[in-house]
């Protein structure tokens, strides 16, 4: 049978010459249908490899592998979806390598160091697909994966005592703190109260509250502005208010350890009860720090804030906290703590320090 060639024109089918022992003519198979041949041979290979190549695959030390779909990594924890067992989650520490058929984000711990020209940079955030524990990014270094960077922790404690029977005592002592951190934000608000009697007549009456606001430039560099509001009954002290700025500086910022430290101008104006309120401008630095050990059942801690007035003959003022909480159970532990306050410009005929010793319990919340 004749065919069209390209240029339209009629062809004679091509017959293989008959050999001299066959009177049957061979027609020559075409390329087209060799190539159809293959490709209906590979197809269903094809159809497979969505099911398994292109699966999320984690390598764990011990050599197992396990396959699925990568959700989240987060309190050293990695969470996969997997089509044997719906979803597990593996320990970060356990983990090898980690390959993604899709983006991963990255969030470091403050103290980290990314390297350049590693995967893509979102912020703080790094976006890659693959992780190797002998690669350039260190998985002790990454704190979690496919999850915003939004904490937050704080503690609530409670202290006092009752003495009844040659003499009759009672003190309260209430506190609370709380940090909020989300990408480039971070609020930390702090309050505490005390008060005492004896034998009926108020012997203690005195608290403070704060709020400061955190801005991060870089992973560890931040801009602070804060408010403190003071009172003292027995410092003659109506309200203490001291606006702040500073810069500061995070050397870590984990869930298990914190070092921060600042520095900058405030503005202070104080009133007391037996002398004319003033505003006076004043040096402030902070310092904030708590260790977790023996896996967060103890944790000791120590927060201090310092004015150095620039005016009114140079006053000094220090606000330190420090303690240790011993956890029981659960998030509830024991709390043993210690306050400073110290002040070279008291109301006439008041002391320089004041120091308060607290027994009680506290309450942890958070991420």
């Known amino acids: 049978m004749d065919s069209l060639n390209r240029g339209g024109e009629l062809k004679p089918a091509a017959l293989d010459d008959p050999g001299p022992a066959s009177g ?4 020559r198979e075409h390329p087209r249908s060799r190539r159809h041949l293959i490709l209906l041979a590979v197809l269903p290979f094809f159809i497979l490899i969505p099911a398994t190549a292109f699966a999320d695959v984690v390598l764990l030390k011990n050599g197992d592998r396990v396959s699925g779909k990568i959700l989240k990594m987060e309190s050293e924890q990695l969470e996969i979806d997997t089509a044997f067992a719906g979803k597990i989650r593996i320990g970060w520490g356990d983990i090898q390598s980690v390959r993604s058929d899709r983006p991963l984000a990255l969030t470091f711990f403050a103290s980290s160091s990314i390297p350049d020209g590693v995967g893509l940079r979102d912020g703080d955030r790094v976006i890659v697909t693959e992780l190797d524990a002998e690669g350039p990014i260190r998985l002790s270094d990454v704190k979690a994966i496919n999850v915003s960077d939004l904490y937050h922790r704080g503690n609530i404690n409670l202290g006092g005592n009752v003495v009844s ?17 989300q990408d480039r934000h971070r ?15 108020l012997t203690a009456q005195n608290g403070a509250a704060s709020g400061r606001y955190d801005y991060l430039l870089t992973r560890q560099m931040f801009l602070s502005g804060g408010q403190l509001l003071e009172h003292d009954r027995f410092q003659n002290l109506a309200v203490r208010s001291t606006a702040t700025a500073a810069l500061g500086y995070d050397f870590y910022d984990r869930q298990t350890r914190s070092l921060s430290v600042g520095a900058g101008p405030s503005l202070v104006y104080e009133n007391f009860t037996t002398s004319p309120d003033t505003v006076v401008p004043s040096a402030m630095w902070f310092v904030r720090w708590y260790q977790e050990f023996r896996g967060g059942d103890v944790t000791l801690f120590h927060h201090h804030q310092g004015f150095r007035d620039l005016a009114r003959d140079g006053g000094f003022r220090l606000n330190a906290d420090q303690g240790i909480r011993v ?8 709390n043993f703590e210690y306050d400073l306050r110290f002040n070279t410009k008291p109301a006439p005929g008041r002391k320089t320090v004041d120091t308060t010793a607290i027994f009680g319990l506290s309450y942890a919340f958070g991420d």
């Open 187 to 201: 609020l930390q608000l702090d309050g505490k109260m005390n008060r005492g009697e004896a034998n009926g007549e």
């Open 327 to 334: 956890k029981v159970y659960g998030d509830l532990a024991l």
């Open 165 to 181: 029977g040659n003499s009759n005592t009672q003190a309260l002592n209430a506190a609370a703190s709380y940090t909020l951190r």
């Open 24 to 27: 049957v003519a061979k027609v």
